[in-house]
């Protein structure tokens, strides 16, 4: 072992880069300096920036998901007379952001001027039955399951496994899907009536 003789210290490992791989993947960087790293079709898998001590690596398509961030937190709807700084903003303006892509003060003031020139009515009729579709498309799917749960019948089994089999009650399935069917006409109709 003191010669150096010693097979631990004279094997000769293989490995899976180039010459040429290796010696890019350890060359000395300067602070700031970017680079990119390539498959072996030379298509850009990750582009890489060395840092005072370190490197970090980044996607190839960053810079696409920076921008999709950037535009997720803005406010494209804001009126252009916008006084609500960046640093103000509140969990109400986020909420606002989601549902109408306006700050709360600017959706405040987009609804006053919408009652003053008397078409807020039918932008508010418009919300509400946009609601109310939204709801009743996905309460369809839920009564679709449970009508269909209901005409098949079902079953209960047991921890010591016994099998308890209930029958179907297409009967009550069918007045629980007509009086639904009812219930969705009748409200819709009541929003489309709201003045």
Not at 29 to 50: F, L, M, Y
Not at 128 to 148: C, P, R, S, T
Request: net charge negative; glycine share 6%; aromatic share 10%.
């Amino acid at each position: 072992m003191l010669e150096g003789a010693h097979f631990t210290q004279t094997k000769v490992t293989k490995g899976y880069d180039t010459e040429t791989a290796a010696a890019e993947r350890t060359k000395k960087r300067t602070v700031g300096e970017t680079w990119e790293e390539c498959d072996k079709d030379g298509n850009i898998v990750a582009v890489w920036t060395q840092e005072k001590g370190y490197r970090t690596k980044k996607s190839a398509y960053d810079h696409v998901m920076s921008e999709v961030r950037a535009f997720l937190r803005s406010y494209p709807n804001c009126l252009a007379d916008c006084k609500t700084p960046e640093s103000e903003r509140t969990r109400l303006d986020d909420r606002f952001r989601a549902k109408f892509g306006r700050c709360a003060d600017c959706q405040f003031r987009f609804e006053s001027q919408m009652k003053a020139d008397g078409t807020y009515k039918e932008w508010e009729q418009e919300q509400m039955l946009g609601n109310a579709n939204a709801f009743f498309e996905q309460a369809d799917k839920e009564i679709e399951m449970v009508v269909e749960q209901m005409k098949s019948g079902a079953g209960y089994m047991s921890a010591d496994g016994k099998e308890e089999k209930w029958n179907g009650a297409p009967g009550a399935a069918d007045q629980l899907l007509d009086e639904y069917t009812e219930y969705k006409k009748l409200a819709l109709n009541n929003i489309q009536e709201y003045t």
